[in-house]
C-alpha cells in the first residue's frame, strides 16, 4: 500500500507561481510513473506532467515551458514547479503514481486557484 500526501496548493494571482510537492510512503518495490493531473469545475480530469523513473518528462500542451516535473527518487518525491499561472490553472490538483508490481495510487488532491 502507497500514501500519497500533496502540499503546496494555495490562491495565487494571475501571473504568480507556486510549488506542489507529494511524497509517496509505505510498501512497495518500486516507483514507476510520477505524475500530476488536474480536475477544473466541471471539467473532466486531465494529465499536466508526468516523469519516468528515468527521468523522461511529458507535459500537457498549454502549460509547457510554464511547469516543470521533476522527482527526486531518494525521498519518493515529486514536484510541480508552477510559473506564469493563468485563471485556467485553476483546478484540484492530484498527485497519481504507478508502482512494480503494478498498481497505481492517487492523492487526496490539493486546491490551485489563480485570480485576482
Known amino acids: 500500500q502507497v500514501q500519497l500526501v500533496e502540499s503546496g496548493g494555495g490562491l495565487v494571482q494571475p501571473g504568480g507561481s507556486l510549488r506542489l510537492s507529494c511524497a509517496a510512503s509505505?510498501?512497495?518495490?518500486?516507483?514507476?510513473?510520477m505524475a500530476w493531473y488536474r480536475q477544473a469545475p466541471g471539467k473532466q480530469r486531465e494529465l499536466v506532467a508526468s516523469?519516468?523513473?528515468?527521468?523522461?518528462?511529458n507535459y500537457k500542451a498549454s502549460v509547457k515551458g510554464r511547469f516543470t516535473i521533476s522527482r527526486d527518487n531518494v525521498k519518493n518525491t515529486v514536484y510541480l514547479q508552477m510559473n506564469s499561472l493563468n485563471p485556467e490553472d485553476t483546478a484540484v490538483y492530484y498527485c497519481?503514481?504507478?508502482?512494480?508490481?503494478?498498481?497505481?495510487?492517487w492523492g487526496q488532491g490539493t486546491q490551485v486557484t489563480v485570480s485576482s
Open positions: 497519481y503514481t504507478s508502482t512494480r508490481p503494478y498498481k497505481e495510487y
Open positions: 509505505g510498501s512497495f518495490f518500486v516507483i514507476n510513473v
Open positions: 516523469v519516468s523513473s528515468t527521468g523522461t518528462t
